[in-house]
């Protein structure tokens, strides 16, 4: 059995979404054009998660496992719905930036992996923090690759220029190219990191 | 119980109990959603009308179809910005079918005398960085005050008065379009436009 603190690092680090499992590719390459996209999906995406995974994980037992799937699927587009609702209505500007990509969160691989994976087989807090853990690897990525393009491709981050009128922005950042260009970059760099830190102990 | 009508069961509990809570979110979510949405076209509308009208523009208005403003014909909505009664200008949205990619919707106004006050993108779909130059800079400025016939109207390129971008001349080209389309409807209709606004 897992602890909490090993559910949440789970889902944060070492089974990351993005830099790991490799799911969840179309948001995270369609809204990282800024780091403020990045957060503001990333935070969609984990209010979803943790709800979904509490869901989930409640009616873990009620569930016959033919039917989980379809079952699941109607709680995460519940969910979805209700975060697109209350965004609209009480963050309306930044549901215009984020627009169609709130829909999309229910096709977002990660969220059903996450139930099938781990909800559907923990305890509810043990879900909980397996959904905040996951939700925020998935912020944290999309932050990354979206401060990445932001700076090479406008040169801002969060909106403040940094590089000054002289930098001429590489518009390809921006644009599709750019997103799997720095994806392929910033994975590069986490397997660096992870190699780097577990090779003493080998 | 056979478990094939267990399953169904289960899966219309799950369903209701989910549709109960939709429901209930859009009951609660309806009105704020409304209400930011109309605070957004009244601060657009406050961008490009002129100062000084104590109208609510956004109760004010008419529909008008045309295909100079909409391919489509569909019915462009005209809200009239007036002071004490008195008409001042007119904001509708004008559609540009010829971008780099999809429609381009371009917000104007234009003053009774026929003279552009302000000219916004609304909404487009051009490439960042390129095209997408003529929402995100101070571009469509270069359209205040102009009138039917003291500009050039085109791009540098075509031999008018407006700016292109390097690397983007389709997209300042259909917009230059649409807005003076939308003009010239405007200074042919301006009768019918604030006419029929004052018989409401």
């Given at each position: 059995?897992i ?20 799911i969840?590719?179309?948001?995270t390459?369609?809204?990282?054009t800024?780091?403020i ?5 990333g935070?969609?995406?984990t ?9 989930i994980?409640?009616?873990r037992?009620v569930?016959?496992s ?6 699941f699927?109607i ?18 500007d ?13 096709v977002?691989?990660c ?17 909980l ?10 912020t ?20 403040y220029?940094?590089?000054?009128a002289?930098f ?6 921006i644009?599709p190219?750019?997103?799997?260009i720095?994806l ?8 660096w990191?992870n190699?780097?830190r577990?090779?003493p102990i080998? | ?7 169904g069961v ?5 369903a ?7 429901a209930?979110?859009?009951e609660i979510?309806r ?8 605070q957004?076209?009244?601060l ?8 000084g ?7 004010d ?15 462009v ?7 004490d ?9 004008v ?12 917000l104007m ?32 400025k ?8 003291n500009?050039?109207w085109?791009?540098k390129?075509?031999?008018g008065?407006f700016?292109?971008f390097?690397g ?20 042919a ?12």
């Amino acid at each position: 059995m897992i602890t909490n603190r090993q559910a949440f690092i789970n889902g944060f680090w070492t089974n990351n979404t993005i830099f790991v499992q490799m799911i969840g590719m179309c948001p995270t390459l369609g809204v990282s054009t800024t780091a403020i996209n990045g957060i503001g999906m990333g935070l969609a995406t984990t209010a979803v998660l943790m709800g979904s995974n509490v869901a989930i994980s409640m009616v873990r037992k009620v569930i016959p496992s033919d039917v989980r799937i379809p079952a699941f699927i109607i709680i995460i587009a519940s969910f979805v719905t209700v975060i697109d609702l209350l965004m609209n209505a009480f963050f309306h500007d930044l549901h215009k930036i984020l627009g169609i990509f709130i829909p999309l969160i229910v096709v977002n691989c990660c969220i059903l992996g996450q139930a099938e994976a781990f909800a559907s087989k923990n305890t509810i807090i043990k879900s909980l923090f397996d959904g905040i853990g996951t939700g925020l690897g998935f912020t944290l990525a999309l932050v990354l690759l979206g401060s990445v393009r932001e700076i090479i491709g406008s040169g801002t981050i969060f909106g403040y220029n940094i590089l000054g009128a002289s930098f001429h922005p590489a518009i390809t950042f921006i644009l599709p190219p750019g997103a799997f260009i720095a994806l392929g970059f910033i994975l590069a760099g986490v397997r660096w990191y992870n190699e780097k830190r577990v090779s003493p102990i080998k | 119980m056979p478990e094939f009508i267990k399953m169904g069961v289960i899966l219309m509990i799950v369903a209701t109990i989910a549709t109960t809570i939709l429901a209930a979110t859009e009951e609660i979510t309806r009105a704020p959603i409304a209400d930011a949405k109309r605070q957004e076209l009244l601060l657009v509308l406050k961008q490009v009308l002129p100062k000084g009208f104590n109208n609510e523009p956004d109760q004010d208005t008419l529909k008008l179809s045309d295909q100079s403003l909409d391919r489509k014909n569909k019915p462009v909505t005209f809200y009239l910005a007036k002071k004490d009664g008195e008409p001042q200008a007119a904001a509708f949205v004008v559609v540009a079918p010829d971008g780099y990619s999809g429609n381009i919707e371009i917000l104007m106004a234009v003053k009774i005398d026929g003279t552009i006050n302000g000219v916004r993108v609304v909404s487009h779909t051009e490439t960042p960085g390129l095209g997408d130059k003529v929402s995100v800079t101070d571009w469509p400025k270069s359209f205040e005050g102009k009138t039917q016939t003291n500009t050039k109207w085109g791009v540098k390129k075509d031999g008018g008065d407006f700016d292109q971008f390097a690397g983007a001349t389709i997209t300042p080209r259909a917009v230059v379009g649409a807005v003076k389309r939308g003009l010239d409807f405007f200074v042919a209709n301006k009768n019918q436009i604030f006419s029929s606004a004052d018989t409401k």
